[in-house]
């Protein structure tokens, strides 16, 4: 029995002989994003490393501390009431800092010419994960990302707009 897919994009990978799942952040990235922009422009290193600590233990939850780690990066460097550290600054620092590790690009070609569809399964944020590929790559053409958005807001705040918030 077929299921409607709940994804809103194109499917890539239909019909394929193969397909790559992969994850982002410390897999085609040599440091994760989101503890990027925490420890440099939220809570910092320390407070992101006991939210993870705690939801190692069951004490916290996934989204609930990532969330927390959002607030922070919107609440430090506030100026006069106006957020600083907005989503599009975010986003072009981590496309400056962080890294694709050096073998993907040669693997994605690879899987380019051999019509093999790369997924990217991530926690993370499309917008994020685009801005750090277009860096490195010619073409995202053969790349599905799955993962979560992005709301902006008109103070300048944002926060992430999970691909399946009521689980």
């Known amino acids: 029995m077929s299921q409607e897919s709940p994804l809103s994009e194109p499917v890539i990978y239909h019909g394929?002989?193969?397909?790559?799942?992969?994850?982002?952040?410390?897999?085609?990235?040599?440091?994760?994003?989101?503890?990027?922009?925490?420890?440099?422009?939220?809570?910092?290193?320390?407070?992101?490393?006991?939210?993870n600590q705690r939801i190692r233990k069951g004490e916290d939850n996934f989204r609930d501390a990532f969330r927390k780690m959002i607030v922070s990066i919107n609440e430090n460097g506030k100026e006069e009431g106006k957020v600083t550290h907005t989503f599009e600054f975010c986003k072009n620092a981590v496309a400056e800092n962080i890294k694709v590790d050096d073998t993907f690009k040669g693997f994605y070609e690879f899987c380019e010419?051999?019509?093999?569809?790369?997924?990217?399964?991530?926690?993370?944020?499309?917008?994020?994960?685009?801005?750090?590929?277009?860096?490195?790559?010619?073409?995202?053409?053969?790349?599905?990302?799955?993962?979560?958005?992005?709301?902006?807001?008109?103070?300048?705040?944002?926060?992430?707009?999970?691909?399946?918030?009521?689980?």
């Open 113 to 167: 010419m051999n019509d093999i569809p790369v997924v990217i399964v991530s926690s993370g944020m499309e917008p994020i994960i685009r801005a750090v590929l277009n860096k490195y790559l010619a073409s995202l053409d053969g790349i599905q990302i799955i993962s979560n958005e992005v709301k902006t807001y008109d103070d300048g705040s944002w926060d992430i707009q999970y691909r399946h918030p009521e689980r």
């Open 16 to 51: 394929k002989k193969f397909i790559v799942l992969s994850d982002w952040d410390g897999t085609i990235t040599t440091q994760d994003s989101n503890d990027f922009v925490t420890d440099t422009f939220g809570m910092g290193r320390s407070d992101r490393v006991l939210l």
